[in-house]
């Protein structure tokens, strides 16, 4: 009981293990997903982001190189505010972005237990989940588009709803691919 009491104490901890349960949710969660997306190149839709937020954000630096590729993982890091995670899921049918979308709920709640608060914003994607800690340390906004579903870890909600508006005014219902040009 311990260890979770302490799971989110202190700034730079938290971070640390939020940056960890994100990548354990993504490894969790994908495996037997068939992504469209290349092992090599970073989709389209993520460098759109990536310059996007570049003029937004100015604060807020992309880490090279990007986490991983599959499905693509940006951090960004700002001195004032933290750290965040966006994954890009470019699939190739909506069966595959509901499973994994409602397995990162799943996941998520069963992490966070009764610590966890949960809600729904309007106008984001075809559905999509806020899901955070009561402490208000620690968000994960999940929402899908088509074929194309977009995760969010970040310090907070204001954060999350943030950077959310910023990819869904890049998401089309049917994200072309680097690897496919689909």
């Known amino acids: 009981m311990g260890e979770v009491v302490h799971f989110f104490r202190g700034t730079h901890e938290s971070m640390r293990r939020m940056v960890q349960f994100a990548l ?11 992504f469209s997306q ?12 990536e310059r ?50 409602d397995g990162q ?14 809600s729904k914003l309007p106008d984001l994607g075809d559905d999509n989940r806020l899901i955070s800690d009561r402490s208000g340390r620690f968000a994960h906004l999940i929402f899908y588009k088509g074929t194309t579903l977009i995760s969010i870890a970040a310090p907070t909600d204001t954060i999350a709803k943030r ?17 496919s040009g689909k």
């Open 52 to 101: 996007l937020l570049e003029e937004k954000e100015p604060t807020w630096k992309v880490q090279r190189p990007y986490i991983q590729m599959s499905p693509p993982v940006m951090h960004l890091k700002s001195a004032a505010e933290g750290d965040v995670l966006i994954y890009f899921w470019l699939m190739d049918n909506e069966i595959d972005v509901k499973s994994v979308f």
């Open 38 to 49: 290349s092992m090599q190149e970073v989709p389209p839709l993520a460098k759109e982001v």
């Open 24 to 34: 354990l949710l993504t490894i969790l969660c994908c495996p037997a997903v068939s």
């Open 105 to 118: 709920i799943i996941s998520l709640g069963n992490t966070l237990g009764e610590r966890k608060k949960e």
């Open 163 to 179: 950077f959310a508006i910023y990819v869904a005014e890049r998401v089309t219902p049917r994200q072309k691919t680097a690897a």
